[in-house]
């Protein structure tokens, strides 16, 4: 459904650029040259900012999830795919929740257009999601059962929170610098300096990461919740347990969930629970209060799933999500 409606909206707007074609236009504005940059999600966003820093080019940064809507539950309206198909530069995320771009890129206005898949950039870092033990399988992945099982055991489902690893972060950086040099040659030299800077930060973070594991009591995060930290556990040789997968639609935990992952905290003596931003505290509640102790503190690691435009113009960064969520950590590894 989702993809038709896609397709749908790419029609509708293919018939209107055939119309601006004949009148001599391709930009929504043609008055402006200006690099025109759209992004999917919060982090590519302000990675791109940090590479323009004062802006020498006057681009325009458009983020189009700006509402904290989800990237999983995502669907663009007609007016994003009309910034999309006139941008310079699109930067996506490239995993299932990103099946749409496919058909919207097809019909792109820009055809020089230049497109980074943040998976595709990556490539054999990707990871694909993880079942670990305990985690609650979601529903539909019984519903086929019996239907050519050799077709579904081909497709592999990456991990798409790709931006939580501040290793996969300064490569992303690197590459989308690259594009926006390509765009503005003019200035790349002060892009380069810019993204070399903020690729210090980053490094500078990532080596804080590693001292605060190293020096931790303990090495195990539990998340009463999805878990889309693969690639930050990953990173510091954590392990986990949780109740969903990260990309899970999943909101109820299932009795064996909730019993196992409290009988995980009472074995490990654990002393906190963990959830991601935006989603109520019931399922970490419950499994503290079926602990031995029921003390174990609930913390929260902010996944910048949720993160809006507002945010961002009140300061929020991605290296201050990154920052905060490290002393979140250290709380929960002591």
């Not at 025109?36 to 999830?65: H, K, R, S």
Request: hydrophobic share 40%; with cysteine; net charge negative.
């Amino acid at each position: 459904m989702k993809k038709f409606i896609i397709l749908m909206i790419i029609v509708c707007l293919a018939a209107g650029c055939l119309s601006a074609c004949s009148a001599g236009s391709i930009r929504p504005d043609p008055e402006t040259d200006k690099i025109q940059i759209v992004t999917t999600i919060f982090p590519e966003y302000d990675w791109v900012l940090n590479i323009l820093g004062e802006n020498p080019a006057n681009a325009d940064v458009t983020m189009l999830l700006d509402t904290g809507v989800d990237l999983h539950s995502f669907q663009p309206t007609a007016e994003d795919i009309l910034k999309i198909s006139s941008c310079d530069l699109f930067l996506y995320v490239g995993g299932e929740s990103d099946e749409w771009v496919d058909d919207a890129l097809q019909e792109a206005a820009n055809k020089d257009m230049l497109v980074i898949s943040l998976l595709d950039v990556l490539g054999d870092a990707a990871k694909e999601e993880e079942l670990v033990e305990g985690m609650q399988e979601e529903e539909h992945d019984h519903e086929h059962e019996g239907e050519d099982h050799d077709h579904e055991e081909e497709e592999e489902e990456y991990d798409e929170h790709v931006w939580l690893s501040l290793r996969n972060a300064a490569a992303l950086v690197e590459r989308i610098s690259q594009a926006i040099e390509k765009l503005d040659p003019e200035n790349a030299d002060f892009y380069k300096k810019n993204t070399a800077a903020y690729a210090e930060q980053l490094n500078a973070l990532d080596a804080a990461y590693r001292a605060a594991v190293t020096s931790a009591s303990f090495d195990t995060l539990l998340f009463g919740d999805r878990f889309p930290f693969r690639y930050l556990a990953d990173d510091y040789g954590l392990s986990y347990y949780a109740a969903f997968v990260g990309c899970s639609a999943e909101t109820e935990a299932s009795f064996e969930t909730i019993s196992f992952l409290s009988q995980k905290v009472d074995e490990l003596s654990l002393p906190a629970v963990m959830t991601i931003e935006g989603t109520d505290r019931r399922i970490a509640e419950t499994i503290v209060q079926n602990t031995q102790t029921k003390d174990q503190k609930i913390l929260t690691l902010d996944s910048m799933q949720a993160t809006t435009a507002q945010d961002a113009e009140s300061g929020t960064t991605y290296l201050s999500v990154m920052e905060k969520n490290l002393s979140v950590l250290k709380d929960a590894l002591k």
